[in-house]
T-cell receptor
């Protein structure tokens, strides 16, 4: 049973470009969460999605950031017109369907560097 | 919303000593408390968790205790080894309402050989 997959593992973008981060949850998991982690800091919640629905996006900046979790395919976190302050590690986590949705399992993360 | 405080931010011990990391939470509705270990450059990995109907849980050298009245929970690592060196995060979550866990800021544990 493969764990949570994320790609790319490392992403370098120049200011103003777009960054697309992908997350495939564990098999059987229908909940996906995205977190941002700055060096030597904790995990900051960004957005929580279920298939085709955004449940909670209270931690995501209103501008330039968007997320989706389509019926088919991975969840995508999209950052438009990246700035240097977007440089961070972005982790996604998945959890089982509602009722068992307590435990989150994390992916390996995508390390975004904005030049 | 929930607020989780974690202490200490850094903990340095000698190999073989015990290490204790403490977290407090504010929301009395929180009923699930996981602990994650994150090695440098790696993903956070769940190492142990506890639910509010249990006061203590143990898994080999790792144990977690929960005091619901005082709203705090602790991670205990006995007979520490250099490979225990990592950042440890606590979290608190309620099964009702928000499904989003609130994480502590992390504790950097250093085990000296």
């Amino acid at each position: 049973n493969a764990g949570v997959m994320q790609n790319p593992r490392h992403l370098v973008r120049r200011r103003g470009q777009e960054a697309r981060l992908r997350c495939s949850p564990m098999k059987g998991h229908s909940h996906v969460y995205w977190y941002r982690q700055l060096p030597e800091e904790g995990l900051k919640f960004m957005v929580y999605l279920q298939k085709e629905n955004i449940i909670d996006e209270s931690g995501m900046p209103k501008e330039r950031f968007s997320a989706e979790f389509p019926k088919e395919g991975p969840s995508i976190l999209r950052i438009q017109q990246v700035v240097r302050g977007d440089s961070a590690a972005y982790f996604c986590a998945s959890s089982p369907p509602q009722g068992l949705a307590d435990t989150q399992y994390f992916g390996p993360g995508t390390r975004l560097t904005v030049l | 919303g929930e607020n989780v405080e974690q202490h200490p931010s850094t903990l340095s011990v000698q190999e073989g000593d015990s290490a204790v990391i403490k977290c407090t939470y504010s929301d009395s509705a929180s009923n699930y408390f996981p602990w994650y270990k994150q090695e440098l450059g790696k993903r956070p990995q769940l190492i142990i968790d506890i639910r509010s109907n249990v006061g203590e849980k143990k898994d080999q050298r790792i144990a977690v205790t929960l005091n619901k009245t005082a709203k705090h929970f602790s991670l205990h690592i006995t007979e520490t080894q250099p490979e225990d060196s990592a950042v440890y995060f606590c979290a608190a979550k309620s099964s009702g309402g928000s499904y989003i866990p609130t994480f502590g800021r992390g504790t950097s544990l250093i085990v000296h050989p």
